[in-house]
């Protein structure tokens, strides 16, 4: 039954029943026929309000006296020049504003200002204005469709368990600390936000957000949710046209969250600077400006670049005998081997740099920063003469060639030391770049290949120097990372373990299974399991309306199966071959991952001739074949998976690196 405010302009409380009318003459309640009652008094009423230009309505809604009438409202409709102010604090725990299905055309208003929850059933149509302050909204569908705006005023829209579809033509307003949890397929048209901290929150995978961010500045927080990704870097790009592209890191190999269309605050004018990531105790991650943390975080470049050094105590050979690297002077002549001509010469450095690490767990252990501990006699009998330890990415020199650390660790003899979760570290350069001894082990000196600012200064006279190096053009010794070179090292060094100093060294014992989880998701981020498994097929019923899903599955990197000396550090899912799509009696067979131009998460052709390896996160195009009443069946044969390393969750959440 429809139920119409008869009032007018001249009263505005909803409650006063003389207020109403309905509009097929009454209704019998509690025995009784009348023509006048609040909407609540029935269930599931049709509600009107609309006034004029010459007499507009607006209507009070105090939400403490909704227990007077406690029935869900079927659909409200707030016309042109109609206001609805729904306020107070429903007492019995109940919502204080409850309704199915909300329309508020262009021109109509409706203000929710309660701490209560509030409850705006499925797929709001929101042509004019719904401003939610204080309170937290319930959407059933999680989507809200129209042109008009939301605005949030200390409140947030959404939660971790539904992420919100947002009308491709709305607009939402974050102001005074509201949170916007949002689908990347369906974030709205605009989202603008004021100079309080405000939340966009997203989910840990890859996306791309093509809505347009404005007024973005240093109190704006990008939160992902705790997940399989970890956020290691952010980064700014100008697109040309006075906005930027923001990308979140989740790796080295491209993938992350990617937002395309961000408008920079004016007002006071916003400068970007360097993101920093901090992580939350619930295990969630906030991407800010530096200037919105409190010391904690720790800087992630934009341009980081692979960290190169040394940790204090490592001897460096010079002129006057060994010196710790953290006693190294400007000028101080140091040793430098001249494998061309196979001879000693003395080179003065030019400049001394130090830095500090702060580890994060939750990276692979050749991401994380973890040094790396080379013990005495690793390499040859006096080589190291001690244990050394470098970071990851450091260079060892071997016949004529640098090879870097990391591809050598054998978790006996070179391993990473888990006792240091944070560490000063320390360059010592040469002009040009030179072959150096430290600790009795061919290495390299510090190549200036752009991050310099990235270290402080450690020296008291440093020559000033304009040109930027490249390892391809300025190296002391070519780089060599092919399996062919790096494994016979590794082999070599891995038989010595048995007479290292430190043989009681145990190596870190690491699961693995052949178990893909191979599982999709959603545009929506609903997770789809698979209802049925007969060898390599995986099959999945979709719902109707989907048109995209994507893989998701656990990952591995080659140098992790395979082993370090293998330079492939990309994570790698499953190999996906056919995919078919039936639907009622018809098979569709879907191509876009083999495709010359392949969507996001999958890697380009690898030499197997109709299979195409995910990233562990891969977007699949279904097409137009589901429509909002069919159902299919999504069959899919994987043609390689696994085996993946299942490590235990580090304990601390721990997000600094570079410092």
Same mark, same amino acid.
């Given at each position: ?97 409850? %309704?199915?299905? &909300? ?8 203000? !929710? #200002?309660?701490? $209560?929850? /509030?409850?705006? @059933? +499925?797929?709001?149509? %929101?042509?004019? &204005? ?8 319930? !959407? #059933?569908?999680? $989507?809200? /469709?129209?042109? @008009? +705006? ?16 947002? #009308? ?25 936000? #004021? ?465």
């Amino acid at each position: 039954m429809t139920v119409k405010w008869s009032a007018g302009g001249q009263n505005t409380d909803w409650w006063n029943r003389d207020n109403w009318d309905d509009t097929n003459g009454g209704q019998w309640i509690n025995g009784v026929y009348v023509s006048h009652y609040v909407p609540q008094d029935i269930n599931y009423a049709f509600v009107q309000l609309v006034g004029t230009e010459e007499n507009p309505v607006t209507v009070d809604y105090d939400a403490s006296k909704s227990q007077e009438a406690a029935n869900q409202i079927g659909s409200l409709e707030i016309g042109d020049n109609a206001t609805l102010n729904v306020f107070g604090v429903q007492q019995s725990g109940q919502y204080a504003f409850n %309704v199915n299905n &909300l329309t508020i055309d262009q021109g109509g208003e409706l203000d !929710i #200002d309660t701490t $209560s929850q /509030v409850f705006l @059933g +499925t797929n709001p149509v %929101v042509y004019g &204005l719904l401003k939610i302050s204080n309170a937290s909204v319930l !959407i #059933d569908s999680h $989507s809200v /469709v129209g042109n @008009g +705006t939301v605005i949030l005023d200390n409140a947030s829209l959404g939660s971790t368990s539904s992420y919100m579809a947002l #009308d491709c033509n709305l607009t939402t307003v974050l102001e005074n600390g509201s949170t916007l949890y949002i689908n990347n397929a369906s974030a709205g048209k605009k989202i603008e936000v #004021d100079d309080t901290k405000n939340y966009i929150v997203l989910q840990d995978y890859n996306q791309t957000v093509t809505t347009e961010i404005s007024g973005y500045n240093d109190n704006t927080v990008i939160r992902i949710e705790a997940g399989s990704q970890t956020p290691i870097s952010g980064s700014w790009q100008s697109n040309g046209d006075g906005t930027y592209t923001i990308f979140i890191a989740f790796d080295n190999y491209g993938n992350g969250i990617t937002f395309t269309d961000v408008v920079l605050d004016t007002d006071p004018v916003f400068t970007i600077g360097e993101f920093k990531i901090t992580q939350n105790s619930d295990g969630s991650w906030d991407v800010i400006d530096p200037t919105t943390t409190d010391g904690t975080a720790v800087t992630f470049s934009a341009t980081d670049e692979a960290i190169t050094c040394y940790l204090a105590g490592s001897m460096v050979r010079t002129l006057n005998g060994d010196i710790a690297v953290e006693n190294i002077q400007i000028g101080e002549k140091i040793v430098a081997f001249d494998w061309k001509n196979n001879r000693d010469i003395i080179r003065p450095v030019v400049w001394v740099g130090k830095g500090h690490v702060k580890v994060n767990p939750a990276l692979p252990d050749d991401e994380a920063g973890w040094p790396v501990r080379v013990l005495k006699n690793a390499i040859a009998d006096g080589v190291p003469c001690k244990d050394m330890l470098i970071t990851s990415e450091h260079c060892l020199f071997f016949q004529d060639k640098f090879v870097p650390v990391r591809m050598l660790v054998n978790g006996v003899s070179l391993f990473y030391d888990k006792s240091f979760p944070v560490y000063d570290y320390y360059h010592v350069e040469t002009e040009p770049h030179s072959v150096i001894t430290v600790d009795g082990m061919l290495t390299e000196s510090y190549l200036d290949t752009g991050n310099r600012s990235s270290f402080r200064q450690n020296g008291k006279i440093a020559i000033l120097r304009g040109k930027m190096h490249s390892w391809e053009q300025d190296s002391a010794a070519p780089l060599d990372v092919e399996r062919s070179f790096v494994e016979p090292l590794f082999q070599r060094i891995k038989a010595r373990e048995s007479i290292t100093s430190a043989c009681c060294v145990q190596k870190e014992r690491i699961m693995e299974s052949d178990e893909s989880d191979l599982h999709l998701v959603t545009e929506k981020g609903a997770c789809i399991r698979p209802i049925r498994r007969e060898g390599q097929y995986y099959r999945f019923m979709l719902p109707p309306g989907i048109k995209t899903v994507r893989l998701v599955s656990r990952t591995n990197r080659p140098c992790d199966v395979i082993g370090p000396f293998v330079d492939d550090r990309r994570p790698m899912g499953v190999a996906v071959a056919e995919v078919h799509l039936l639907v009622l009696k018809h098979a569709y067979k879907i191509t876009a991952h083999l495709q010359a131009t392949k969507p996001e998460g999958w890697y380009a052709d690898m030499g197997e001739q109709g299979v195409a390896w995910t990233n562990g996160d891969a977007m699949l195009p279904l097409g137009d074949y589901l429509t909002e009443r069919k159902m299919g069946l999504l069959s899919i044969r994987l043609h390689a998976a696994g085996p993946y390393q299942i490590r235990p969750q580090p304990e601390t959440g721990s997000k600094a690196r570079i410092i």
